[in-house]
């Protein structure tokens, strides 16, 4: 059976974030579990009403990128996912997407485009090759 932690999770995985979700996210990630007035201290200028931020996290809830609990008379909101896992799943829908599900295509573009020079790509292998000893 899996639990309902796994299922928002692997949900939250599949969904995207807008630019301002995003941005509240990248609060949580740095400050972590917080409530609402906390989050809202955070927000750069020109800040939207407290109620706009309200709304967003609860869409953030919603598609289970925070979690929630009661503390007294208000709620403390944290991520569900961490920054690692969200940039890994983005980072593999863009190779899905443009690059045919091939990394191979996307280091291959860097190294062509010479945003990838050859003592890089040596570093790389050698990293893959003493992660799988």
């Known amino acids: 059976m899996f639990s309902k932690f796994f299922i928002i999770k692997n949900c939250a995985m599949r969904m995207k974030l807008t630019a301002k ?8 990630w740095e400050h972590g579990e917080m409530c609402i007035r906390d989050l809202f201290k955070y927000i750069p200028e020109p800040k939207p ?3 706009t931020v309200g709304t967003q996290v609860k ?21 569900a ?22 990394y191979a295509s996307v280091v291959s573009q860097f190294v062509e ?17 003493k992660r799988r000893k």
């Open 49 to 51: 009403s407290y109620n």
């Open 59 to 79: 869409f953030l809830e919603d598609k289970g990128f925070v979690t929630r609990r009661p503390v007294a008379n208000t709620f403390l909101y944290s991520p």
């Open 21 to 28: 979700e995003e941005e509240i996210m990248n609060i949580f």
């Open 81 to 102: 996912i961490s920054e690692k896992e969200y940039s890994g799943q983005a980072i593999g829908n863009v190779v899905k997407m443009y690059y045919n599900n091939s």
């Open 113 to 129: 485009e010479d945003k990838m020079d050859l003592d890089e790509l040596k570093a790389l292998i050698a990293e893959i090759e």
